[in-house]
Nanobody
Framework: QVQLVESGGGLVQPGGSLRLSCAVSGSIFSINAMGWYRQAPGKQRELVAAITSGGSTNYADSVKGRFTISRDNAKDTMYLQMNSLKPEDTAVYYC????????????????WGQGTQVTVSS
């Protein structure tokens, strides 16, 4: 069974840093695009950053210059380095991945992690 497991959330003061990880487990053929989303209380889930299998990235305007997305394809793991954190970054952060399960089929499936809480507060 394919699972995405996030880690690295927590409580941090404004201006601080956190690094989130998202590890893909289970039997798979390949991982295409991956991304980090977040959802604050009372708000819709929004894209924070995304990365292709080739390493191309894009970011929400609100995090450009502060957050860095990366991935280690050998470890099937994605990261989000978050610097200069602000209270408005407080949210549950979710990882997402488009995964091809079998070599004999080009169908990709969309998977989500369980979420990890990030709280920025003094």
């Amino acid at each position: 069974q394919v699972q995405l497991v996030e880690s690295g959330g927590g409580l941090v003061q404004p201006g601080g840093s956190l690094r989130l990880s998202c590890a893909v487990s289970g039997s798979i053929f390949s991982i295409n695009a991956m991304g980090w989303y977040r959802q604050a209380p009372g708000k819709q889930r929004e894209l924070v950053a995304a990365i292709t299998s080739g390493g191309s990235t894009n970011y929400a305007d609100s995090v450009k210059g502060r957050f860095t997305i990366s991935r280690d394809n050998a470890k099937d793991t994605m990261y989000l380095q978050m610097n200069s954190l602000k209270p408005e970054d407080t949210a549950v952060y979710y990882c997402n991945a488009d995964i091809r399960i079998w070599a004999t089929s080009k169908t990709e499936y969309d998977y989500w992690g369980q979420g990890t809480q990030v709280t920025v507060s003094s």
